[in-house]
């Protein structure tokens, strides 16, 4: 290589400073072909895991009818996952990671296509759980 002095030089790459990448790990290519589709991925995946919050206040509301156990215990169970998941050291399972806004930190670069899945698989099961359970409750057909 050539300097702008004219003379050459060679770069030290012994002193290599890792820098994280600006480019998403998270189904990179589609991020700069169709940045449109993209958007409406990361959404997608928001909605799946608003999905599952939902579906898991449901589940809580067959159990109990306190309202702030209800509203609270999802979310201070999407927390206390996330917690327990960074002390473990298996961030990318963390349900905090796996959502929209977190997607493409460096715990989840390496392994981020299967993360949409996930959401909808989570969002199956607690939906046949919410199903079940009502039934069960009300011994009787589930959509009467």
């Not at 290599?16 to 991020?31: D, E, I, K, R, T």
């Not at 977190?102 to 899945?117: K, Q, R, S």
Request: hydrophobic share 55%; charged share 5%; aromatic share 12%.
């Amino acid at each position: 290589m050539v300097s702008v002095s004219g003379r050459g030089f060679t770069p030290n790459t012994s002193r290599v400073v890792a820098q994280a990448s600006p480019y998403p790990g998270f189904f990179h290519p589609l991020l700069f072909r169709h940045p449109l589709g993209y958007v409406l991925l990361i959404t997608g995946v928001s909605l799946l895991a608003a999905w599952a919050m939902g579906l898991a206040a449901l589940c809580v509301s067959v159990i109990t009818s306190n309202v702030y156990a209800i509203v609270a215990g999802p979310w201070g169970l999407y927390v206390l996952v996330t917690v327990v998941m960074e002390i473990t050291g298996h961030m990318m399972w963390a349900p905090l990671i796996m959502a929209g806004p977190y997607i493409n930190t460096p715990a989840t670069v390496a392994h981020t296509n299967w993360i949409p899945g996930a959401w909808f698989g989570l969002d199956l099961v607690l939906g046949g759980l919410f199903l079940v359970a009502s039934w069960s409750k009300q011994r009787g057909d589930v959509f009467d």
